[in-house]
């Protein structure tokens, strides 16, 4: 069954090739902001999330006179930035966010400096005080474009209005080719109130701006002698190949190979999870089997990944008898943390399309790789080495058992989002992903409170899919008051609040690494009384009655017996959005683990439990 098929949004080709080319249209007499909002419409933008204030508020103007562009009114901007990401990141659109200037932008930050660490096709627009008044430090001024400098993959500022169909031209081709990522274009008021004439589509102006997405053949047929001669590789795959939309791709690739496959935490639903050739997630977190791979390997083929600090621990001590292949659409990356022995430049579904011809000419002359006594240590270390969980002693709620009954008990297609922490980690590991577009989540730069705005808008983008936001109590209270947006655009997504009382995964480095001594994480509890100062209080806040403040569906759920009765009551709620308290333990900890700053060595499957992996150290 293909990508398609299964109903799943794959994502869009980078760059728009044949097919019709637009009918040219000149519009006299129009405002900069009417132009604006014209260019978006040209370049198929069908969502803005943002909010209105004085630099961007001409933009908002003709908004009610169109027809083709929904704005999605969102309570704060990082939410709009981060329902962006969301969109872009389940429909394989360019995402677009829009806030004012000086305060309006600068909240932008984070969702931009978030889109850029995983890749995400983002567009934001932002107001900016009168040309005359910049560098004045006029009301509500900020230079947002030398603030994000570092954090875009390119940023405008616009001061005439003539320009303003190239630069968004532009900015949409720079956001959704090549390595995607975010491109930010700042608008002068004076820019969006001036009189323009409005013509499309404009002559794009960007001769430094040369992506290379075919591969060498040399590389190619040199990376597929590597694979044919190895006796331990791994196919190390990152979100590149979901940016690409090679999935199709990769497992061919696999199964041709028959090597084993990690995905990274960027790219579950790359892979699917149930197939006997994948190993699982390495990194930090990753599973036994995952981790130990990548370090006994004698090959790594790394596809849309970038060697990053999560998955390759002590940098000097990764992989040390491995071979690198590296194919990456970003030439910037390869080499940049791991030296590549094979350097490929290109994207990942032509590099994979080429690979597989390659590789399927070694085994036409008789080099196929024989990878039988590898596959005799994967088995071993992932069956005595499985992920897992104990039941709480006192009955109370496992975390991890909430959230591998909510992706079991889900709907088919559901997408899930997820904030950082254990939470996400546990979400990561204990739901099955089985197709791309369905896993959402703040990779690189680890944002607390992604999940909620970015299921707002994955759902936007999809709504014919069901969305789960798996969100910690701590990650919740930074940008739940998005449940409004929600519940006033009928977007009814889903929420699950892992709600331990703390932030976890710092209450577990405390535990681990500090002695417990829990400065600063208990997050639930109200004061004690005056006979009992240290004792806890009522949970502070009672997200039911803050879910039914904001127009949503509030339940809890303490008791294990009546977990799936009340997540398939959530499941059965499709007219706004559901908020579910899940009380759980506080005491529980993400396993298996690689403790910051050392070796992949020395991964531990449990609390002190270090794994023996007999001959497979040789």
């Known amino acids: 069954m293909t990508e398609q098929a299964t109903g799943v949004p794959r994502p869009q080709p980078r760059a ?58 969102v309570r704060h901007e990082q939410g709009a930035g981060h329902a962006a990401t969301g969109y872009a990141q389940a429909t394989g659109k360019v995402g677009v966010c829009m806030a004012t200037s000086g305060p309006g932008a600068t909240n932008l930050v984070t969702p931009i400096a978030d889109a850029n660490m995983d890749s995400v096709p983002l567009v934001a627009i932002t107001g900016q005080v009168a040309s005359a008044a910049i560098g004045t430090d006029a009301f509500q001024e900020a230079d947002i474009c030398g603030i994000t400098m570092p954090i875009t993959k390119h940023n405008y ?23 995607p990522g975010p491109v930010l274009v700042d608008i002068s008021k004076d820019a969006l109130q001036a009189r323009t004439t409005f013509s499309w589509p404009p002559t794009a102006d960007l001769p430094g701006y040369r992506p290379v997405t075919k591969p060498h053949t040399k590389q ?25 939309g090679a999935t199709a791709e990769l497992k061919t690739l696999a199964e041709l190979t028959g090597a084993p496959v990690t995905t990274t935490l960027m790219a579950l639903g790359a892979f699917p999870d149930s197939h006997p050739q994948h190993l699982g997630m390495p990194g930090m977190h990753g599973t036994v089997a995952a981790v130990t791979a990548l370090q006994k390997a004698d090959l790594i083929v790394a596809l849309g990944a970038r060697f990053d600090d999560r998955v390759t621990g002590k940098l000097d001590s990764f992989a040390p008898h491995a071979k690198v292949v590296h194919a990456d659409i970003d030439p910037a990356e390869i080499g940049k943390n791991r030296t590549a022995d094979v350097p490929i430049v290109g994207d990942a579904r032509e590099v994979i399309a080429d690979l597989i011809v390659a590789v399927r000419g070694e085994h036409e002359a008789g080099r196929v790789g024989d990878y039988t006594e590898w596959w005799g240590l994967l088995n071993r270390w992932r069956e005595t080495y499985p992920l897992g969980y104990d039941l709480p002693e006192d009955g109370s709620l496992s975390p991890q058992q909430v959230i591998e009954r909510i992706g079991a008990l889900a709907p088919e297609n559901t997408i899930f989002t997820a904030g950082v922490g254990q939470h996400q980690m546990w979400a990561a590991h204990f739901i099955d992903y089985e197709k791309p577009a369905t896993w959402l989540n703040s990779g690189g730069l680890g944002t607390m409170g992604y999940a909620v705005p970015a299921a707002l808008g994955a759902k936007a983008g999809v709504p014919d899919h069901t969305v789960w936001a798996i969100d910690g109590d701590g990650c919740f209270q930074m940008t739940n008051q998005e449940l409004v947006t929600a519940a006033l655009n009928g977007i009814p997504i889903k929420v699950a609040i892992i709600n331990n009382g703390a932030l976890g995964m710092v209450r577990q480095w405390q535990t681990l690494f500090y002695n417990q001594r829990y400065s600063n994480t208990v997050l639930h509890s109200g004061p004690g009384t ?37 997540i398939e009551k959530a499941n059965s709620i499709n007219d706004r959005p559901v908020v579910v308290d899940f009380i759980v333990h506080e005491d529980a900890m993400v396993w298996p683990m690689v403790a910051a700053g050392t070796s992949n060595d020395e991964v531990m499957a449990a609390r002190g439990v270090r794994p023996d992996f007999g001959d497979g150290d040789d």
């Open 16 to 73: 728009r090739t044949g097919g019709a080319q637009p009918q040219p249209v000149t519009v006299e007499h129009v405002t900069g902001a009417q132009s604006l909002i014209r260019s978006l419409e040209e370049v198929g933008v069908d969502t803005v999330f943002g909010i209105p204030g004085g630099a961007i508020l001409p933009a908002y103007d003709p908004m009610m006179d169109s027809s083709r562009v929904r704005h999605v009114l």
């Open 157 to 179: 500022l616009v001061t005439d209005p003539a320009d303003i169909p190239r630069v968004i031209a532009e900015a949409f081709h720079i956001a959704s080719t090549g390595r």
């Open 220 to 244: 190619i047929r040199e990376a597929a002698r590597l694979i044919a001669e190895s006796r331990r590789p791994v196919l190390y795959v990152g979100g590149g190949v979901l940016k690409a």
């Open 530 to 566: 005056e006979t009992d100062p240290e004792a806890k209080g009522t949970r502070v806040p009672d997200f039911v009655k803050l879910a039914e403040a904001m127009g949503c569906v509030g339940i809890r759920c303490e008791d294990p017996a009546q977990l799936d009765a009340v």
